[in-house]
C-alpha cells in the first residue's frame, strides 16, 4: 500500500538533511522530573560529539507518556541546559505536538497489514524474554474488550537480525510507544547520529526493525556511559539523581559543573574548571569518540 504523500515528504525532507553531509544529533529527555546527573553528562557527550563534528544538535522533549511528565520539567531542562552552555539548534520539538504524525504512520502500517492487536497482559509475557507471538493469528480485534484496548504489535519476521520480537508500537493504554515516535522523529528530522545513554542500548532491537519494517536506514547510534564520579566510580543512586540545584547551592558554577561531568568521562582532571565552549576546543574527536561505544 502506498505511503501516503505527507508522509512521503516527510521522509523525503528527512532523508535530504540526513544526507547533507552535517552531523545532525539530538538530546532527548523526557520530561517526567529534573534532569540528573547521569542525564547531563549524557547530554554533554551528544552536545560534545555534534558540536567537534561541527554539526546540528537539537533538543527534542519526549513527552507522549503524560501522565509520567511533571509540570515545569520542559522549562527546568531548557534552563539548566542553558545554565551549562548546551545551547541547541532552531525550535524545541515537542512530540506531544507530533501526535497526528504518529497516528498517521500507526494507520498507514496498520491498513498494510503490519499490526496485529494483542492482548497479552504483563503478566503472560513475564516470563519472556521476546515476545513470542502469542496473539499473531488470533483474529484482529482493534476495539475495547472487557474494558480493555489492545496494543498494536509490528510483526517481526522470526529470522529478523534484529531479535527485537514484534514491537509494539502503540500501548493498550492507547499512547504511541516510544519505541515508533522516536524512529518516525530520526527520521523526520534526518537525525544521523545519536549518542545516549548506555540505559538505551536496549531499545535498538526494537528500534532497528523499525527503520527495517519502514525501509529506512537507521542513523548511527552510540552510547555513552553510565555515570561516574571523578574516580571513575559509578555513582550512588542518590547522588546521580540529584540535578543541578545541590551544585549549585552548593556555590559551583557552570564551569565547575562542567569540569565535574566531564571528568566523569574521563575527559578531563578531576576538579577542572572549564566552561563547555573551552572543554569542546581542548578535546579531539577521538577523545570524544574513545567514550562513546
Ligand atoms: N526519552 C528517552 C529517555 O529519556 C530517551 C530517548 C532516546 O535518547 O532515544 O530515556
Redesign the pocket.
Known amino acids: 500500500m502506498a505511503l501516503p504523500e505527507h508522509l512521503q515528504h516527510q521522509l523525503e525532507a528527512g532523508r535530504a538533511l540526513a544526507a547533507s553531509g552535517g552531523y545532525r544529533g ?5 520530561p ?1 522530573g529534573l534532569l540528573h546527573l547521569g ?1 547531563l553528562q549524557t547530554a554533554l557527550l551528544s552536545w560534545l560529539a555534534a558540536r567537534q563534528a561541527g554539526g546540528a544538535w537539537l533538543l527534542r522533549i ?1 513527552d507522549l507518556d503524560t501522565p509520567r511528565n511533571r509540570a515545569g520539567a520542559i522549562e527546568a531542562i531548557q534552563s539548566d541546559l542553558r545554565w551549562l552552555g548546551l545551547e541547541w539548534d532552531g525550535a524545541v520539538l515537542l512530540q506531544s505536538e507530533r501526535r497526528g504524525v504518529y497516528h498517521s504512520w500507526l494507520s498507514w502500517l496498520r491498513r498494510s497489514g503490519r499490526l496485529f492487536s494483542c492482548r497479552c497482559s504483563r503478566r503472560e509475557l513475564a516470563d519472556q524474554p521476546i515476545y513470542p507471538g502469542f496473539c499473531r493469528r488470533a483474529a484482529h480485534n482493534w476495539g475495547w474488550q472487557r474494558q480493555r484496548l489492545p496494543s498494536w504489535r509490528l510483526r517481526v519476521a522470526d529470522d529478523d537480525p534484529h531479535g527485537s520480537g514484534d514491537v509494539v508500537l502503540r500501548r493498550a493504554d492507547g499512547f504511541i510507544a ?1 519505541q515508533l515516535a ?1 524512529v518516525i522523529d530520526e527520521l523526520s528530522f534526518g537525525i544521523n547520529d ?1 549518542v ?2 548506555a ?2 542500548r536496549e ?1 535498538l532491537p526494537a528500534q532497528r526493525s523499525i527503520f527495517a519494517a519502514l525501509g529506512e536506514a537507521p542513523p548511527r547510534f552510540r552510547h555513552g556511559p553510565l555515570l561516574c564520579d571523578a574516580s571513575g566510580q559509578k555513582l550512588s543512586k542518590r547522588e546521580a539523581s540529584a540535578g543541578l540545584k545541590p551544585l549549585r547551592d552548593e556555590g559551583l558554577d557552570a564551569a565547575a559543573v562542567i569540569g565535574r561531568l566531564a571528568s566523569g568521562l574521563q575527559l578531563v582532571a578531576p576538579e577542572a574548571r572549564l566552561s563547555a565552549t573551552e572543554l569542546l576546543e581542548h578535546l579531539t574527536q577521538q577523545a570524544i569518540n574513545a567514550v562513546i561505544s
Open positions: 539530538r538530546f532527548a529527555p523526557s517526567t542525564n519526549d516510544y522516536t545519536v545516549r545513554g540505559d538505551l531499545a
